[in-house]
Nanobody, 115 residues
Framework: QVHLVESGGGLVQAGGSLRLSCSAS????????MCWDRQAPGKQREVLAG???????NYVDSVKGRLTISRDNAKNTVFLQMNSLKPEDTAVYYC?????????WGQGTQVTVTS
């Protein structure tokens, strides 16, 4: 079982930045991707970015250039640096560990961007 804890969310003005963190613990697989997605009010869940063990990254087009995903393999931690935040970025942000066979989700952290 994998347990994920996100942190770093909060209230920020448009144009500001936040850095989200997610620490994974438990029985960790040897290889796994770590991802971030978000759930905005009234909208479908949206996968934002992912990163492999080797550090390969991918992003949804809508956040390229503003969000940066990174990870610390030694600490089983993934980060999401968010810059130039917009009110439409307001959502609950979730961390995901993807093993290929099973996905694990955190509880989420709220990000609210005011105009």
């Amino acid at each position: 079982q994998v347990h994920l804890v996100e942190s770093g969310g909060g209230l920020v003005q448009a144009g500001g930045s936040l850095r989200l963190s997610c620490s994974a613990s438990g029985t960790m697989p040897s290889l796994f991707a770590m991802c971030w997605d978000r759930q905005a009010p009234g909208k479908q869940r949206e996968v934002l970015a992912g990163i492999t063990n080797e550090g390969s990254t991918n992003y949804v087009d809508s956040v390229k250039g503003r969000l940066t995903i990174s990870r610390d393999n030694a600490k089983n931690t993934v980060f999401l640096q968010m810059n130039s935040l917009k009110p439409e970025d307001t959502a609950v942000y979730y961390c995901i560990v993807s093993t290929g066979g099973k996905d694990y989700w955190g509880q989420g952290t709220q990000v609210t961007v005011t105009s």
